[in-house]
């Protein structure tokens, strides 16, 4: 019996070792190369050009992370290239955005699918946004990045 607790527990502990951890992060500057393998020696795939764009990081190798952005194009980009500044992007048609945090509150604004967000803070189920001249409240299951 003791033997096949020690098992179990022995491959709960090498299994969360070796799982892989997907987070986001964002685009640092306003044109960023998306290249085929980690390393500047592999051809550029797709040139970015959005400054603040969520990427979702699945895999490192030396200095090079290897991306999913929101269109499922996959790459590598150079950590230089990365930042930790929230940013989203709707992922719903017409989304609205409040006031104060409640679907109660004064509409402002209507974010079609696709719009980039700057992200102020998030709490519970919603996020404080700025989009060009705009602030206000989106719901966080609208949006898709770094929250």
């Given at each position: 019996m003791h033997k096949v607790i020690f098992l179990l527990v022995l491959f709960f502990f090498t299994h969360n070792l070796f799982?892989?951890?997907?987070?986001?992060?964002?685009?640092?500057?306003?044109?960023?190369?998306?290249?085929?393998?980690?390393?500047?020696?592999y051809p550029v795939?797709?040139?970015?050009?959005?400054?603040?764009?969520?990427?979702?990081?699945?895999?490192k190798s030396d200095t090079f992370r290897k991306i999913r952005d929101h269109e499922n194009n996959s790459g590598w980009i150079?950590?230089?290239?990365l930042s930790k500044k929230k940013a989203a992007l709707t992922i719903d048609d017409d989304?609205?955005?409040f006031n104060k945090p409640t679907i109660y509150s004064?509409?402002?604004?209507?974010l079609k699918k696709g719009?980039?967000?700057?992200?102020?803070?998030?709490?519970?189920?919603?996020c404080n946004i700025?989009?060009?001249?705009?602030?206000?409240?989106?719901?966080?299951?609208?949006?898709?990045?770094?929250?």
């Open positions: 799982a892989k951890e997907e987070y986001f992060l964002t685009l640092r500057n306003e044109k960023v190369n998306l290249r085929q393998g980690p390393s500047f020696d795939k797709i040139f970015y050009k959005k400054k603040f764009l969520p990427v979702l990081i699945q895999d150079h950590i230089s290239q989304v609205l955005v004064t509409p402002k604004v209507i719009r980039l967000c700057k992200i102020k803070k998030c709490k519970d189920e919603w700025t989009v060009d001249k705009f602030k206000g409240w989106v719901k966080k299951d609208s949006l898709w990045g770094l929250l």
